[in-house]
Antibody, heavy 121, light 107 residues
């Protein structure tokens, strides 16, 4: 069974950092691009970042560019999101998601359950 | 960035009704348009990919159409389990963007 399990969320003060992890199983991780998508409480979905199968292509939403960094470790079947200089508007449920292709231009076929990040003083 | 605009924001319809949700892109995205369904407390689930491709396991009452800037998601005969929020998403260029969502309620 294909599974994505996020971890690393929590409560953090503005300006601090947090690192999210996503453990993948049930598929050949290095055959697929991956994404992070977030959803603020009671609001819609926002694409955060995408990474190709071999980390050769990476892209970010304008709202996180320069503050967040996506990475993957194919040997560990894991995806990461390093979040720096966090702001209250980064408060959201963060989903790890698997694309259906090697690049992130196809569609998201599998989603994790999400990990919650709360940024507040 | 490409803006995705969905309409309506919400709708209420009866079981058996035909329901149509539209999504408009601020510039041409060819057929790089996907539709997702999200139920409360759950992760989204893909229904339609590449504008008109039906994801495996999704009931055939769901269909998608369109290309360029205008797209449509149709539920041919609304069922109670279709109560959810529906999002369109463009994967044509980065940053990828979602529509604001359409909440579908059952009368």
């Amino acid at each position: 069974e294909v599974q994505l399990v996020e971890s690393g969320g929590g409560f953090v003060q503005p300006g601090r950092s947090l690192r999210l992890s996503c453990a993948a199983s049930g598929f050949t991780f290095d055959d697929y691009a991956m994404h992070w998508v977030r959803q603020p409480p009671g609001k819609g979905l926002e694409w955060v970042s995408g990474i190709s199968y071999n980390s050769g292509s990476i892209a970010y939403a304008d709202s996180v560019k320069g503050r967040f960094a996506i990475s993957r470790d194919n040997a560990k079947n894991s995806l990461y999101l390093q979040m720096n200089s966090l702001r209250p508007e980064d408060t959201a449920l963060y989903y790890c998601a698997k694309d259906t292709g090697v690049q992130y231009y196809y569609y998201i076929g599998v989603w994790g359950k999400g990990t919650t990040v709360t940024v507040s003083s | 960035d490409i803006q995705m605009t969905q309409s309506p924001f919400s709708l209420s319809a009866s079981v058996g009704d035909r329901v149509t949700i539209t999504c408009r892109a601020s510039q041409s995205i060819s057929s790089y348009l996907n539709w997702y369904q999200q139920k409360p407390g759950k992760a989204p689930k893909v229904l339609i990919y590449a504008a008109s491709g039906l994801q495996s396991g999704v009931p055939s009452r769901f269909s998608g159409s369109g290309s360029g800037t205008d797209f449509t998601l149709t539920i041919s005969s609304l069922q109670t389990e279709d109560s959810a929020t529906y999002y369109c998403q463009q994967s044509y260029s980065t940053p990828q963007t979602f529509g604001q969502g359409t909440k579908v309620e059952i009368k």
